[in-house]
């Protein structure tokens, strides 16, 4: 263990960056997004790509087209890395691909992920496709530190992406939605090829009795030089959370970042679990995390959620702090939402007529999710309350014991078979799709599903928009705006 604990050192690359674009699922920090910020002249700012259902995204690029060979060429590139897993990445890249891309309106084919460990194809093109990310990253930001962000609750393909990732030389991994107190560990044996376990959480069995199980050496060979190991940073809401995983070696990160509740995506409940009276969670100052309590844990932070105005020298130290930011950049040109989207939101944002609520149910996950209240798409109560129900793609489906089997489940799928899996019938109300609406968001979806919007506060947008006199913006703007030169 100590000589695992030796690996862990911030490296001076990361405590150079003062400013963070957040990991933002499904692909709105994509690739063009994290880079360009990357380039930016002054080296102090960079991003996280967002990890969150690349298995599908890179499935259904290649059925788009995969325009410019972008796909094509990542996956040449690890096949020269891996050449154990060449044929397997050239029949995954058959089985996907099509020349011209799918006629509009076919439906795009994805992966069978019926129990907690995914089959080995899964497995592969996960690897392949977090892999492909950070590398197509890394070549549009040569040298510059890149970050990669997972959800802890998407147990199934963490361990393959955090791999690929690796392999592909990822400077940070940051992982919030769960408790990430493995990670660290897990990061020191997959830098050594070593087998990892991670615990999937089974409703009503003690945690630990299910492990996904993956031994790097079963898929890329006995021969692959190890990867380096990425900083790990943990997502916290509270300093507790902060000294928790700080005070015990083995769960200790690098660092933190530490976000109030107004960041967009997914959120900590609320203390009190205040509520309107349309559900949805009402925060208040008790549930600010103490900076100086998590300054006083010694550890390296980023400040995220309603960070997103210019830095001003003479501010405070607390308002001087390194910063993630998010919703600024969710909405940039370079963002990976569609455009047509994201043209509409600007315009709501534009005309104050957007509202994002923090809704207790939508997401599958169990944790407060802000909804952007975006017209047409799942967030809107009108549009939500004729959507078809279905759950196909199941990265946040929950697991319980069922007659000798482990058996999946989503509240935002089918409410009858919910129930009859054991599912409680509240949480089946007003629980959206996540899986399907980020990837309609990023322009990926299946024909006829809506997209769903999550952000966070928008004013600093706004208050570009309003400097600029336009409401679109690149992301260099977003920068120029956050630095105070515009
Ligand atoms: C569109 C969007 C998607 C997000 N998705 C994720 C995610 O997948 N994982 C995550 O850890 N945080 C996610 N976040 C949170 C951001 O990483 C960041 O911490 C947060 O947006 C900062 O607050 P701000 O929105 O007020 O700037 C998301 C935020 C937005 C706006």
């Not at 199980?213 to 190890?226: A, E, S, T, Y």
């Not at 003479?314 to 040109?333: E, H, I, M, W, Y």
Request: proline letters at 8%.
């Amino acid at each position: 263990m100590s000589g695992a604990m030796a690996l862990r050192t911030m490296p001076q690359s990361l405590l150079d960056l003062d400013i963070l674009v957040g990991g933002m699922g499904v692909d709105i920090s994509n690739v063009d997004l994290v880079s360009t910020v990357a380039r930016h002249v002054s080296g102090r700012l960079s991003g996280s790509l967002s990890a969150t259902g690349l298995t599908d995204v890179y499935a259904r690029l290649l059925q788009l087209g995969d325009a410019g060979d972008v796909v094509g060429r990542a996956f040449d590139a690890f096949r020269a890395k891996v050449p154990a897993l060449a044929d397997d990445v050239e029949l995954l890249y058959r089985r996907y691909y099509v020349e011209g891309g799918t006629a509009l309106g076919e439906r795009l084919k994805g992966f069978s992920l019926a129990g907690p460990t995914p089959p080995r194809d899964v497995q592969i093109f996960t690897m392949l496709a977090t892999f492909s990310h950070v590398w197509r990253a890394k070549l549009a930001a040569p040298d510059r530190p890149v970050g990669i962000n997972f959800l802890r609750k998407i147990e199934r393909v963490l361990l393959y992406g955090l791999y690929g990732a690796m392999l592909a030389g990822v400077d940070w991994v940051v992982m919030g939605a769960g408790d990430p107190g493995e990670i660290p560990a897990i990061l020191d044996d997959l830098a050594r090829n070593r087998a990892v376990e991670l615990p999937v959480q089974v409703a009503t069995v003690p945690r630990g009795e299910h492990c996904i199980r993956f031994d790097p050496k079963d898929l890329v060979g006995p021969n692959l030089p190890p990867p380096p190991r990425p900083a790990f940073l943990a997502i916290v809401s509270s300093h507790l959370q902060a000294e928790a995983l700080a005070g015990n070696p083995v769960t200790r990160p690098e660092g933190f970042v530490v976000e109030s509740p107004v960041a967009g995506g997914h959120n900590a409940p609320p203390r009190n679990r205040l509520k309107d009276n349309q559900g949805n969670y009402v925060y208040g100052p008790e549930d600010e995390a103490d900076l100086d309590a998590v300054a006083a844990v010694g550890l390296p932070f980023w400040v995220a959620g309603g960070r997103g105005h210019p830095l001003d020298p003479k501010a405070s130290p607390g308002d001087r702090l390194p910063r993630q930011v998010g919703t600024l950049f969710a909405l940039c040109n370079e963002s990976g939402m569609e455009p047509n989207l994201r043209k509409r939101v600007l315009r709501l944002v534009w005309q104050r007529q957007l509202e994002v609520v923090a809704s207790a149910n939508a997401s599958p996950s169990g944790f407060p999710f802000r909804v952007a209240r975006v017209p047409g798409t799942m967030g809107d109560p009108a549009t939500y309350a004729g959507r078809p129900r279905a759950c196909d793609l199941g990265y946040l489906r929950g697991w319980r014991p069922r007659d000798g089997r482990i058996v999946g489940l989503c509240p935002a799928g089918d409410p009858g078979s919910f129930r009859s899996l054991g599912g409680a019938a509240w949480r089946t109300e007003g629980s959206m799709c996540l899986c399907n609406g980020l990837l309609a968001t990023c322009g990926v979806g299946q024909c006829g599903e809506l997209a769903l919007v999550t952000l966070g506060d928008t004013t600093p947008v706004r208050d570009l928009q309003l400097r600029i006199r336009r409401l679109e913006y690149a992301a260099d703007e977003a920068v120029a705006y956050l630095l105070g030169e515009l």
